[in-house]
């Protein structure tokens, strides 16, 4: 990851960056000292050992150090953990009737009836989507100020299991180190730095760019499952740059020591964690979909009504006799309040027909 890290002088400028980038880029000034990556291991300064993250738990260390020889785990237990949940993932997929990983070459076809029911859903989902384009966009409300300006502390993601990664959150925690991008540069091109947590507020977190110590300065607040937020050795093997913050810049001569130095040792995200963010986001609810649910007016019955939107496993129902949309209320996907169509039939319950 700190392959190739130069410092460079006034009178010439660096572009191997922009060469190893998939996309042409501007060439980056030569007045800051910039990390180089060429995809490949980085090695300490004496060239000799390099680093490597473990594959399991996410713990940063020397290369070397690691265990096997394919060097991917830190130890034998985090070897025999990986390979024991890789088979129960496998085996949990085969019952769930889910498809088949790489190494399972079983190809499943979907049924032609299946294929043409998702085709039609598609299609009622691109119109609702036409209709709801004129939304007026709804302000947010800033957790992380709110929870600083407070001294709030804030319930871990953990205690919500029904809630996206709430199962697999456990690895996230304070002093986890991260890949950004650097806000604090002048360069005309995307460069980033590793970042620590500071302080954790539900799924924000608030972020201090390596090299600052007690500086809060520029701390900020972000979604630790933003697009932007990678572990440790993202910018290595995908050709990005790391750029010291310019503020900082001048406190240290040989940025590569100072980040194997902080870094060893150091825990950072795992390397499916964006994998598990999308597969947690993913939800059998989809727009359009009726559902009994009990009438908000008469507790004692239930009524008719359609998703309209689904968001972070939270539904927004609209009752169907309702004609400009405004009769509505939330509520989780696993409420108690809503059941499949026929449901009040099938048990006797009191039911208002459209």
């Known amino acids: 990851m700190f392959d190739g890290y130069d410092s460079c002088s006034e009178d010439t400028s660096s572009s191997s960056s922009s060469d ?73 997929a085969r019952l769930q009737g889910k498809p088949p990983t790489k190494k399972a070459k079983v190809l499943q076809k979907q049924p032609l009836v299946a294929k043409l029911a998702a085709y039609a859903q598609y299609q009622a989902t691109l119109q609702n989507q036409a209709k709801t384009k004129a939304a007026v966009p709804v302000e947010g409300f800033s957790w992380g100020n709110y929870i600083n300006s407070n001294s709030f502390t804030a319930a871990p993601v953990t205690c919500f299991k029904h ?115 999308s597969e947690s986001m993913q939800y059998p609810f989809k727009t359009s979909m009726r559902v009994e649910v009990v009438d908000k007016t008469h507790l004692c019955r239930t009524r008719v009504a359609v998703v309209e939107s689904v968001i972070g496993g939270r539904l927004r129902l609209v009752y169907e006799e309702s004609e400009d949309k405004t009769d509505d209320f939330w509520c989780h996907m696993y409420s108690p309040l809503i059941h499949h169509i026929g449901w009040s039939r099938s048990i006797g319950h009191r039911f208002k027909r459209s």
Not at 25 to 38: E, G, Q, T, W, Y
Not at 51 to 73: L, Q, W
Not at 227 to 247: E, M, N, Q, Y
């Open 20 to 92: 190893e980038s998939e996309e042409e880029v501007a060439p980056l000034p030569s007045s800051l000292p910039i990390i180089k990556n060429n995809g490949q291991v980085y090695t300490y300064p004496d060239g000799k050992s390099g680093m490597a993250t473990c594959e399991m738990c996410g713990m940063v260390g020397v290369r070397d150090a690691f265990y096997s020889k394919t060097k991917r785990f830190c130890s034998v237990s985090c070897s025999r953990s990986y390979s024991s949940n890789s088979k129960k993932a496998s085996i949990l």
């Open 163 to 277: 809630a996206p990664m709430g199962t697999c959150w456990g690895d996230i925690a304070e002093g986890v180190r991260v890949e950004v991008p650097n806000t604090d540069c002048s360069l005309p091109t995307k460069v980033f730095w590793i970042a620590g947590i500071v302080k954790l507020a539900g799924y924000n977190a608030l972020l201090r760019y390596e090299g600052f110590e007690n500086d809060s300065s520029l701390d900020f607040w972000c979604n630790i499952c933003g697009s932007d937020i990678h572990p440790v050795g993202w910018c290595a093997t995908s050709g990005k740059p790391l750029v010291p913050p310019r503020t900082i810049q001048h406190k240290y001569t040989n940025w590569k020591a100072f980040l194997v130095k902080r870094l060893t040792g150091a825990k950072t995200l795992p390397p499916d964690f964006s994998q598990k963010v």
